[in-house]
């Protein structure tokens, strides 16, 4: 493999990962909280719809952008208010999202545009095109150094830096601000933030919607960014596989970064090489577009019993009197 086809790898899964961290993270701060969320993968789908569609009507990936977060959020509150305020159970809060969004995506689709349930194609300013970063040419010919930066680096969306950007963002809310704090004891006991005088609910239902918000960035980038448009069950399991990234990092936004790199990497490996020549054996193109899902397999039976999640996840409160 030489380095232009490195780059390249690692360009490729740069952008596959995107998706998968902003999940990933969505999913950080709601479990961080308490409330299990195994509907990533529905908020991602139906923001993806909602980016495609009004970016198409609009021409604007901006306002694509924001119809995503708002679709992604509008579940996340149905999810709140199953599990938070009516107690539910959350997992299967999180299943019935799954459905609702798999189904409802490509009722309006076909409702809306006739075209089996996909939106039309999104050109031009309907899309987030890909932004040079200053110098990017001029390093170009620098050896390594100038490669990495002008083909690595630079030449993403603008949601590709926002992700990357949130990791930071994330582990500076959670470990140095009052309401990471009090977030993350709601997730570990949240009896005593309720008798330190602190919204239990409140807190939660915060957690739940920044999950929603980051999810509609997810779903967006799928629609807007790395594709041109909403199709049918895009997400492709995406959000099941930053659950288990999120398993494999064990709930930490620096190791949640790794880990979808990890799969990411999975994934632009198989696209790369579709069927990949060992020399004594081929592997075939089936098992390397199976990689990720395989991968996400192993990581959820090697890494449950050992990860151990916030003592007060998937419990709902009840407030003693």
Not at 12 to 38: H, N, Q, T, W
Not at 39 to 44: C, N, V
Not at 90 to 116: C, D, E, P, R, Y
Request: glycine share 12%.
């Amino acid at each position: 493999m030489d380095f232009a086809t490195l780059i390249q790898i690692l360009d490729s899964a740069v952008r596959l990962m995107v998706p998968l961290l902003l999940a990933c993270l969505a999913g950080l701060y709601s479990e961080r909280a308490g409330v299990f969320d195994i509907g990533l993968e529905g908020k991602m789908l139906m923001a993806a719809f909602c980016a495609g569609a009004v970016a198409y009507a609009t021409g604007s990936a901006w306002l694509g952008l924001l119809a995503g977060i708002g679709g992604a959020l509008a579940l996340a509150a149905l999810h709140g208010l199953a599990s938070i305020t009516f107690r539910g159970n959350q997992l299967i809060s999180g299943v019935a999202i799954n459905f609702l969004a798999s189904g409802l995506t490509v009722l309006l689709g076909q409702k809306i545009f006739a075209l089996g349930g996909r939106t039309p194609s999104l050109q031009g300013a309907a899309r987030f095109n890909e932004i040079t970063l200053p110098f990017a040419d001029a390093l170009r010919p620098v050896p390594v150094i100038g490669r990495l930066y002008a083909e690595l680096i630079s030449g993403h969306s603008v949601l590709v830096y926002l992700a990357f950007a949130m990791v930071p963002l994330t582990w500076w809310v959670l470990y140095r601000t009052r309401f990471g704090l009090r977030l993350r004891a709601v997730g570990e006991n949240p009896a005593s933030v309720d008798t330190a005088g602190v919204s239990v609910t409140r807190l939660r239902y915060a957690a739940v919607l920044i999950c929603g918000a980051l999810c509609g960035i997810a779903g967006a980038y799928l629609a807007t960014a790395i594709s041109a448009g909403f199709v049918k069950e895009m997400t492709a399991g995406r959000g099941f596989i930053a659950l288990a990234a999120l398993i494999f990092a064990k709930w930490r936004p620096w190791s949640a970064l790794g880990a979808c790199f990890l799969f990411g990497l999975m994934e632009a490996v198989a696209n790369r090489y579709p069927n990949l020549d060992l020399g004594l054996v081929t592997v075939p193109s089936m098992f390397m577009n199976a990689l990720p899902y395989i991968l996400t397999v192993i990581i959820l039976a090697g890494f449950v019993g050992r990860a151990i999640p916030p003592r007060a996840g998937g419990e709902p409160y009840v407030k003693e009197r």
